[in-house]
């Protein structure tokens, strides 16, 4: 890769992403609305605000891909989430169609399909059920994917990220968690892989508690090498279980699934 621009650099995922992909670029072109100020060797920084498409052109210009981290990661209002999630999604699209780009990384998230109970098992084909207006912004954004590869041709990964830290910190985690070099990792198999098309891939390191099946993107050549196996005795050890009748526990997208309407008093 010659000129990749990472979208959402200032925040979490974004500044775990700039270490794990240190060298891999000639240049890392960061973005985010969040000013940074600290720059390694192979990096350049543009401000941006997602919702303003000439920006975005601008910003998207000379660059061979896209990872595209930036919007709202947590739920909120509707009106939070239109600029960055809505219209910043179809922005980075409609520039990369402009100017030729051919290939996306998109962060969309497990909260697309939040609503699939915990005892069922997921693959690519499994139907969307977002579990807040969060998961509904990732689920217009994996749509608009699929109309720019349709229409234009512009391949993307639609990676569906559960949780992605140092190590799971709860034991929901256990079945979610993807480590930050396994995220890293399969980052690179996107733009290795001779043919991509658009394709749903689950963001979760090779966890024994997992909910999700990722054989139709075997093709990809991505094996996560990391579990949270490793963090297990320390998860449980440190972190109660729910009560049995807690109704977060019978859906994949836990809390988010039962936290009610956010814009109600």
Known sequence: MKRVLLTGAAGT????????????????????????????????????????????????????????????????????????????TYHIYEAARQLGVKRIFFASSNHVVGFHSREERLDANSPMRPD?????????GELMAQYYFDKF??????VRIGSCLPK???????????????????????????????TVIYGASNNPWSWWDNRLSNFVGWQPKDSSETFEDEVL????????ENPALLFQGGFFATAGHFEDE
């Not at 807040?132 to 217009?140: A, E, I, R, T």
């Not at 041709?153 to 639609?158: D, M, P, Y």
């Not at 910190?169 to 733009?191: C, F, N, Q």
Request: some cysteine.
């Open 13 to 88: 995922l974004g500044k775990a992403m700039r270490k794990a992909l240190a060298g891999w670029a000639d240049e890392l072109v960061l973005s985010d609305i969040v000013p940074i100020e600290t720059l390694n060797k192979g990096e350049s920084f543009t401000a941006c605000d997602l919702g303003d498409l000439s920006s975005v052109i601008e910003l998207v210009r000379g660059c061979d891909g896209i990872i595209h981290l930036g919007g709202q990661s947590i739920e909120g209002t509707f009106d939070s989430i239109v600029n960055g999630n809505l219209k910043g």
């Open 132 to 140: 807040s207006l969060y998961g509904v912004s990732k689920g217009f």
């Open 237 to 244: 050890k440190n972190d109660a279980p729910l009560d049995d």
């Open 153 to 158: 041709g512009i391949e993307s990964a639609l």
């Open 168 to 198: 799971p910190i709860d034991r929901r985690m256990l079945s979610t968690w993807l480590s930050e070099g396994d995220m890293a990792d399969l980052i690179k198999k996107v733009y290795a892989v001779n043919r991509l098309g658009c």
